[in-house]
């Protein structure tokens, strides 16, 4: 049997296995090199970078390149400024999606359907199209140079997310409603001490996702955000570029530590990335 | 109560009107986080862009109508629009099929009895978790011309790598190679899927003798094709909206080589203020965006086969 039959047979052929498992460390070995192409050359010392053939192993390992590349712009105000983003957008995404995705899933008014549709059909809506006067409009308020064009949008519910929560919604059976609306549990209440309770795994998911998106965000910042004073992680990274486009090892060492929190999210929340994946993937 | 006078059938209906009125009235009350978001967010800023882009304003002074002007110059007298099209054009048709093809037979390879399941999908979605600005200045240095460590291990093997980025002809293949590094995130999606073929028309197939090539044809690929409509779908809208790197990785250079679409829209709007004219650029990749997704739906209809559906 070749890979084409992919049947989950007990013992399929061995040139199967044998292709499989190259092609899987082929595949591998390209998602990690560049992974440990960063970290290697991260804790280099500067004259390492430029030797060929290059040295996977640094020697003397170079810890204060972290330290150096932190501290030479100032990091920690970036860090604040994006967590800052990250906590806020998390509270108003996850609440403001979950009522609205809930509305959709559970409750009954004329015009529900156009209007899920209409909500889905924006998620094909380029992001550009709405970003000049939406830039104008925060202009206007004087918002820009602060957090809050990033920030405030996110109290709105969104498109994807609500269809992720939707789904899962529909999933929980009925019956726990039904019996809180006999004792006369109002909407909100059996939204809030019914539903939400049953919905941790995808409120988890939609917290980290959310996280990824908004520690990673680069053009929103970009366009508001011109005073170093409220710069994000992304755009400290890009202003060290610029500055520091030879010294490698300390864009390495700066670019590690952005990603590094994510990495770490993924893996000790592994299985909720999995959970995201089949609510939003499967079955459209 | 209040009209015991009332025949008990009309009392329930009238009951049964007013909770339906009042489920209603939670149902908006519900939604309206989102229908105050699209009116202010998304249908208002896209009306007001579409007038934008019949006017020249540079934020400062009041926008001035000038016609259909930005459409004329778009098309008749500004090359880069013409390039940035053409870019991005290239990139969606190479990176598109390049990553369906690649996630679709990564996830059948996974669909085996390999051992390590877990692992091997930890690996290949560890991509998709970091991106923006680190994991393109990552790979500026994976690509660097002299030191890289691509160029290094083709030296290793006695060959010399060309500037990746920095040669021309080079550049734009080098961000959809780059773009390959996210494709486990899709393998997973099709795994999923591959999990959902019930396993007994594979049987019903070996019992009739099909060729593992026929099984792939003709129950593999239509039990999947909804799942490959949906990663087709947000793979050429992903394709299309291309940004950051443009910006961190070559600025959109060299030559031009790497202008991609929404990088020269927003050059064309915060650098130099031209924004009656970038407005006129999205509403123009709007409708090529609803044009694509409208062909890949009306297609659909002929190779995307669901449950059910009588044919």
Redesign the interface.
């Known amino acids: 049997m070749t890979a084409w039959a992919f049947r989950r047979s007990p013992r399929g052929s061995l040139l199967g296995k044998v292709v499989a498992y190259a092609v899987l460390i082929f595949v591998s070995a390209f998602v990690l090199i560049p992974f440990l192409w960063m970290i290697s050359s991260a804790l280099k010392p500067e004259y390492q970078i430029f030797i060929f053939p290059p040295k996977w192993l640094p020697q003397p390992i170079m810890w204060e390149n972290f330290h150096k590349a932190l501290t030479h712009l100032p990091f920690l105000t970036y860090f604040k400024n994006t967590m800052t983003i990250v906590v806020w957008t998390i509270i108003a995404n996850t609440l403001s999606n979950a009522i609205v995705a809930y509305g959709f899933a559970r409750l009954r008014g004329p015009g529900k359907d156009v209007l899920f549709i209409l909500a889905l059909s924006t998620m094909m809506l380029p992001g550009v199209v709405t970003m000049i006067p939406t830039f104008a409009l925060f202009n206007k308020l004087g918002w820009v140079n602060t957090l809050k064009p990033l920030i405030v949008p996110f109290f709105f519910a969104n498109a994807p997310t609500i269809f992720l929560l939707r789904q899962f919604f529909l999933t929980i059976p009925g019956d726990l409603e039904e019996a809180a609306k006999i004792d006369g549990a109002n909407v909100l209440r059996i939204f809030w001490s019914i539903f939400l309770p049953l919905s941790k795994p995808a409120l988890a998911t939609i917290i980290i996702f959310r996280f990824l998106d908004a520690w990673n965000d680069f053009m929103g910042p970009l366009i508001y955000l011109n005073d170093q004073r409220f710069y994000t992680l992304a755009l400290g990274i890009n202003f060290f570029r610029g500055e520091h486009q030879i010294q490698w090892n300390l864009l390495m060492a700066a670019s590690v530590t952005v990603m590094l929190p994510c990495l770490l999210i993924f893996f000790v929340a592994q299985k909720y990335f999995i959970e995201g994946i089949q609510l939003t993937g499967m079955k459209g | 109560m209040a009209a015991p006078a009332v025949p008990a059938p009309v009392r329930t209906a009238r009951k049964r009107d007013m909770q339906?009125t009042r489920?209603?009235?939670?149902?908006?009350?519900?939604?309206s986080?989102?229908?105050?978001?699209?009116l202010?967010?998304?249908i208002?800023?896209?009306l007001?862009?579409l007038y934008?882009s019949f006017t020249r304003w540079d934020?400062l002074s009041a926008p001035s109508w000038i016609g259909v002007r930005n459409y004329v110059k778009m098309f008749t007298d500004d090359p880069l629009f013409w390039t940035s099209l053409k870019v991005t054009g290239k990139y969606a048709l190479w990176r598109v099929p390049a990553a369906l093809a690649a996630a679709l037979?990564?996830a059948?390879?996974?669909?085996?009895?390999?051992k390590g399941i877990r692992v091997?999908?930890?690996?290949?979605?560890?991509?998709n978790?970091?991106?923006?600005?680190?994991?393109a200045?990552?790979?500026?240095?994976?690509f660097?011309k002299?030191?890289g460590?691509i160029n290094?291990l083709l030296?290793?093997i006695g060959i010399q790598g060309p500037g990746w980025l920095s040669d021309p002809g080079w550049s734009l293949f080098s961000m959809t190679i780059m773009s390959?590094?996210t494709v486990?995130?899709m393998s997973?999606?099709f795994l999923?899927?591959?999990k959902?073929i019930p396993?007994y028309l594979?049987e019903a197939a070996?019992i009739d003798g099909a060729s593992?090539?026929v099984?792939?044809t003709r129950i593999?690929l239509p039990q999947l094709s909804?799942?490959i409509f949906?990663?087709m779908i947000m793979c050429v809208?992903g394709a299309?909206?291309t940004?950051?790197e443009a910006?961190?990785m070559t600025n959109g250079g060299p030559l031009n080589s790497t202008l991609f679409y929404?990088f020269y829209?927003?050059r064309n709007?915060?650098r130099e203020f031209k924004?009656g004219y970038?407005?006129a650029?999205?509403?123009f990749?709007?409708v090529i965006?609803?044009v694509l997704?409208l062909l890949v739906i009306r297609s659909s209809a002929l190779w995307v086969y669901y449950e059910g559906e009588k044919k």
């Not at chain 2, 489920?23 to 939604?31: G, L, Q, S, V």
């Not at chain 2, 200045?137 to 994976?142: G, H, S, T």
């Open positions: 339906r489920e209603a009235a939670w149902f908006y009350a519900c939604i986080p989102w229908m105050i978001g699209f202010v967010f998304t208002g800023p896209m007001v862009s934008l934020l037979g990564i059948m390879l996974m669909n085996q009895d390999v091997w999908r930890t690996i290949l979605y560890l991509p978790v970091v991106s923006g600005v680190a994991v200045v990552l790979w500026m240095w994976v660097n002299d030191f460590v290094s030296a290793f390959m590094w486990g995130g997973i999606i999923a899927g591959l959902n396993q594979y070996d593992s090539w099984k792939f593999t909804p799942t949906y990663n809208i299309f909206q940004f950051t910006y961190v929404n829209l927003y709007a915060f924004m970038a407005s650029m999205a509403w990749l709007f965006i609803v997704s």
